[in-house]
């Protein structure tokens, strides 16, 4: 850091509490850059996180106790004081709070709504002096101040300052040519069961995990990026696998090229507010 200590003593930095909602892949990817960035960022989760790309998602410090990625270690915390001494560690707290009712004791200068429900779950204009809502279910201006862009695509990442986001299309983005095709889901209810892990190459018609006794099977050739948690029990249709026909086992293992336009996007709606003249 030593060619930037001229720079570091003109400006003292923003000293901001940042409250994250959410703790899958692209809420670790905007928590991620933003604790690069020296932001204080605290996230809350519901108690049985449902990622599927669990290798780059600090929810799984829910369960685990901490999640490290790339650098950045993730720990669960049950208290206000816990979240300081994290912060004291350089970590990120995350605690189970699905409602994010920490904001009151918190009182974050931002609120980002990283929960990616296709709709509001509650956030409100009043929880922060900033609010940020990723994707589609937001109205920048009514209920939050800022809309970021979640859908692939030309606009991915775009900070959106009045209106909304585009509509949920319910398709997975193309990846190596293939989209829905690349995406598992839960052929019924029913607890999971491994037969494959995350970063294994697979071929179409293999089985990857059971729901109860029902197989899950590929139907295309890749790199299984993704599978939700074994043991825990699963809704009918939902997402539980991804394999990405890239067929790069290192990319299970780092922040995706869409997370991080997004967390771009927020980055920017956060410095637009708090970095004024």
């Known amino acids: 850091m030593t060619r930037y200590t001229a720079i570091l003593r003109r400006k003292m930095p923003l000293d901001l509490k940042i409250l ?72 990120i707290p995350i605690l189970v709070d699905p409602v994010a009712s920490i904001k009151v004791a918190l ?41 970021v862009e979640t859908n692939r695509g030309h606009h991915l990442g775009r900070l959106i300052l009045k209106g909304c986001a585009e509509a949920d299309t319910r398709v997975p983005g193309v990846i190596g040519g293939y989209a829905s095709e690349r995406v598992l889901r839960a052929p019924g209810p029913g607890r999971t069961l491994h037969v ?20 899950v099977k590929a139907e295309i050739p890749g790199v299984l990026r993704g599978l939700i948690r074994e043991g825990i029990q699963v809704p009918q249709g939902i ?11 290192e990319l299970c293992y780092t922040i995706s090229e869409k997370a991080r336009a997004i967390a771009g996007g927020v980055l920017e709606g956060i410095l637009m507010v708090f970095n004024c003249a």
């Not at 990283?114 to 509650?122: D, E, F, P, S, V």
């Not at 997402?239 to 086992?249: L, S």
Request: a negative charge.
């Open 239 to 249: 997402k539980v696998g991804d394999i990405d026909p890239r067929g790069i086992p």
């Open 20 to 91: 994250i909602r959410g703790g899958g892949e692209m809420a670790t990817g905007v928590a991620h850059r933003l604790a690069r960035a020296h932001f204080k960022v605290c996230m809350t989760e519901i108690p049985q996180p449902l990622a599927v790309r669990r290798e780059v998602s600090f929810s799984e410090a829910i369960y685990d106790g901490e999640k490290e990625v790339e650098g950045i270690i993730a720990r669960c915390v049950d208290s206000l004081e816990k979240i300081f001494q994290e912060w004291e560690r350089k970590a």
């Open 107 to 147: 009182k974050p200068d931002v609120l980002i709504d990283a929960t990616l429900a296709k709709r509001n779950l509650g956030t409100h204009l009043s929880d922060a002096p900033l609010v940020i809502g990723l994707g589609p279910g937001f109205q920048a201006g009514e209920d939050v101040h800022m809309v």
């Open 196 to 215: 494959r892990k995350i970063g294994d190459k697979v071929k179409a018609g293999e089985t990857i995990l059971y729901v109860d006794q029902t197989p």
